[in-house]
T-cell receptor, first 114, second 109 residues
Framework: IAGITQAPTSQILAAGRRMTLRCTQD?????MYWYRQDLGLGLRLIHY???????GKGEVPDGYSVSRANTDDFPLTLASAVPSQTSVYFC?????????????FGPGTRLTVL | GQNIDQPTEMTATEGAIVQINCTYQ??????LFWYQQHAGEAPTFLSY??LDGLEEKGRFSSFLSRSKGYSYLLLKELQMKDSASYLC??????????WGAGTKLIIKP
């Protein structure tokens, strides 16, 4: 069982380019999340999806979009990358949105925007 | 606003005990989580508290006081592999996790 996979592992991107970060889980979890992690800051929620077909905005959604066409996949798209989007991006999933539901994280994508 | 505070860095000796504190101010409370994150890796779940008191799991214990907005993670019999960052997160009234910046724990022989 793979759990959660993310691709690519790392990427260097020119400013203004479009980029999609991929996330796939095989645990049949309903909820999925995208976070960014920057040095000295806590994980910040970008977008989330409580179930397939629905998405919501997190704390820092500007410049990012997501879709949830099925249970397993939750891609994150940067329409026109800017240097401030340089970060480590983690995808996570959880059984649902109950208070006891633990989130499980993918290995992360390290993105550098030049 | 919502705020989670943790010390930035702590140092401890192999075999000793260390306590990592976390204080929080959030809109609502639906539980507090502790995660461990080794450098360059993903966070992994350690513990969950929703009621006041101590939860013990082997060498790791987590305590919660909801009235004080306070939690701590206690690590006993420290091992070199415990060198990592420890992240405190609170689930708010919208059932979303609010994360602290993490405490980097350095273990010395």
């Amino acid at each position: 069982i793979a759990g959660i996979t993310q691709a690519p592992t790392s990427q260097i991107l020119a400013a203004g380019r479009r980029m999609t970060l991929r996330c796939t889980q095989d645990m049949r979890h309903n909820a999925m999340y995208w976070y960014r992690q920057d040095l000295g800051l806590g994980l910040r929620l970008i977008h989330y999806s409580n179930t397939a077909g629905t998405t919501g905005k997190g704390e820092v959604p500007d410049g990012y979009s997501v879709s949830r066409a099925n249970t397993d996949d939750f891609p994150l798209t940067l329409a026109s990358a800017v240097p401030s989007q340089t970060s480590v991006y983690f995808c996570a999933s959880g059984p649902g949105t109950q208070s006891t539901d633990t989130q499980y994280f993918g290995p992360g994508t390290r993105l550098t925007v030049l | 606003g919502q705020n989670i505070d943790q010390p930035t860095e702590m140092t401890a000796t192999e075999g000793a005990i260390v306590q990592i504190n976390c204080t929080y101010q959030t809109s609502g409370f639906n539980g507090l989580f502790w995660y461990q994150q080794h450098a360059g890796e993903a966070p992994t779940f350690l513990s969950y508290n929703v009621l006041d008191g101590l939860e013990e799991k082997g060498r790791f214990s987590s305590f919660l006081s909801r009235s004080k907005g306070y939690s701590y993670l206690l690590l006993k019999e420290l091992q070199m592999k415990d060198s990592a960052s420890y992240l405190c997160a609170v689930m708010d009234s919208n059932y979303q996790l609010i994360w602290g910046a993490g405490t980097k724990l350095i273990i010395k022989p």
